[in-house]
Nanobody, 123 residues
Framework: QVQLVESGGGLVQAGGSLRLSCAAS????????MGWFRQAPGKAREFVAA????????YYADSVKGRFTISRDNAKNTVYLQMNELKPDDTAVYYC????????????????WGQGTQVTVPS
């Protein structure tokens, strides 16, 4: 198992930006595929973005493509989610997750999850 701790959430006006961070410990970070998911009130958890072990490959949900950027720093055991042009529909709890796969997109591909960080974009 790997321990994941998210930070960086908060309240931001529409059109603004936030950067989420996720610090990992307990397993070799550079061998983990990492992802971000989110869950809005009353909705199912949904995939947001994923990044490969090396950081060379990324994948995004259509709803965030062009606005969000996932990146990682293997020297710091940290993965980031830069969120720009935020919209009210982006309001959710954001979760960081770790996978043994190189690049994972589905919930079931991830075996470690953080506790989540709230992002609120008022309408």
């Amino acid at each position: 198992q790997v321990q994941l701790v998210e930070s960086g959430g908060g309240l931001v006006q529409a059109g603004g930006s936030l950067r989420l961070s996720c610090a990992a410990s307990g397993r070799t970070f550079s061998r983990l595929g990492m992802g971000w998911f989110r869950q809005a009130p009353g909705k199912a958890r949904e995939f947001v973005a994923a990044i490969s072990w090396s950081g060379g490959t990324t994948y995004y949900a259509d709803s965030v493509k062009g606005r969000f950027t996932i990146s990682r720093d293997n020297a710091k055991n940290t993965v980031y989610l830069q969120m720009n042009e935020l919209k009210p529909d982006d309001t959710a709890v954001y979760y960081c997750a770790a996978s043994r796969l190189t690049l994972a997109r589905g919930d079931n591909d991830y075996d470690s999850w953080g506790q989540g960080t709230q992002v609120t974009v008022p309408s």
